[in-house]
């Protein structure tokens, strides 16, 4: 009767698991279980010594912009015959207590082949709204061996989790010039400054054509929006337009090119641009596949320049 019944072994375990015996080991998170072939089940504990250690490294976990990553759970495969582990996040929550359906972080088991594999964090989406702490809810995954385990487990801390992007970066722009954009793939001009659209302040990006009769036409790779929301809405701050018989305007269209938006005209200042509700569903069907054409539609000749100090494409 006063057994202590974590002092079972692993071994001991897994005789009893492949004769269909059902096994109890007390533990700290009655949550994660362990199933042999027969269907039995224990409850395992949260620790290095578990079937499938699980140690919390979120305390010092930091994601500082979208290409980051952070590791959240050092594992160990103390049973020796997991051959798949797999990392799932369920929720984000953040410091207002906003769950998000759609979390901004994805998992990933790392270093699988070793003994001592890791579940990292890496942001989904990369949006100025996304810059906050967040409670992290992960679902781990091991299965082989006739044995699988599952555990779902809340980061200790919050997590600083910054996502967003750096339009700057040579694969989030694309004109004459360079960068590495998907689209458009037929550019024409060029961006001087083209990380100014980062944030709403003074600093510019200025899009400029080659003259001529050539118009512009420039691009820039946008972050993944919410698929469930109920409205999608473009954000424009333009301090200055230089054109002659024509406009800019701008459109959205997905990786392979396909036009997900009617052409609107752009003007200085402020503004915010809605879509119709068939193209709010293309945006919402491409929602992780969309970039941002910037245009001159003209008849003229010389220069069309137009200094842009933000952008942002909302869910709403």
């Known amino acids: ?27 700290s998170d009655a949550v994660t279980t362990i199933e042999g072939e027969r269907q039995a089940a224990t409850a395992v504990t949260d620790d290095s010594d578990a079937y499938l250690g699980i140690v ?29 582990i797999e990392a799932t996040v369920v929720s984000a929550t953040d410091s207002n207590n906003n769950q998000y359906s759609d ?15 890791s579940v990292r964090l890496r942001c ?25 385990t599952r555990a779902t487990r809340a980061t200790a801390d919050r997590i600083p989790i910054s996502c967003t992007i750096d339009y700057g970066d040579s694969g989030n722009y694309r004109d004459d010039d360079g960068g590495g954009a998907v689209q458009p793939t037929d550019p024409s001009g060029n961006i001087e400054n083209p990380s100014a659209v980062n944030d709403d302040d003074d600093n510019t990006a200025t899009a400029i054509s080659t003259g001529g009769q ?24 333009i301090e200055r337009l230089q054109i002659g018989q024509g406009s800019f305007g701008f459109y959205l269209v997905n990786g392979a090119g396909q036009q997900l938006t009617d052409r609107q005209a752009l003007g200085i200042g402020t503004n915010t641009y809605s879509f119709p509700e068939s193209e709010e569903q293309q945006i919402a069907a491409n929602h992780d596949d969309l970039y941002l054409i910037i245009d001159s539609n003209t008849n003229g000749n010389g220069n069309r320049e137009m200094d842009l100090d933000y952008f942002r494409l909302v869910a709403r």
């Open 124 to 148: 989904t989406a990369a949006d100025d709204s996304i810059d906050d702490s967040y409670d992290v809810v992960v679902d781990i995954a091991a299965s082989g061996g006739g044995l699988s």
């Open 214 to 237: 050539a118009d512009l036409k420039i691009g820039y790779a946008l972050p993944r929006v919410d698929q469930t929301a109920d409205t999608y809405e473009m954000i424009f701050d």
């Open 56 to 84: 919390d490294q979120s305390s010092t976990a930091t994601i500082e912009n979208s290409s980051d990553e952070a590791t959240v759970y050092e594992l160990t495969d103390n049973s020796g015959v997991f051959s798949t």
């Open 103 to 117: 979390p901004p972080v994805e998992a990933e088991v790392v270093d699988q082949s070793t003994t001592n594999p």
């Open 1 to 27: 009767m006063g057994k202590d019944r974590r002092s079972v072994t692993r071994r001991g375990a897994l005789a009893l698991i492949g004769s269909g015996i059902c096994l109890s080991v007390v533990g």
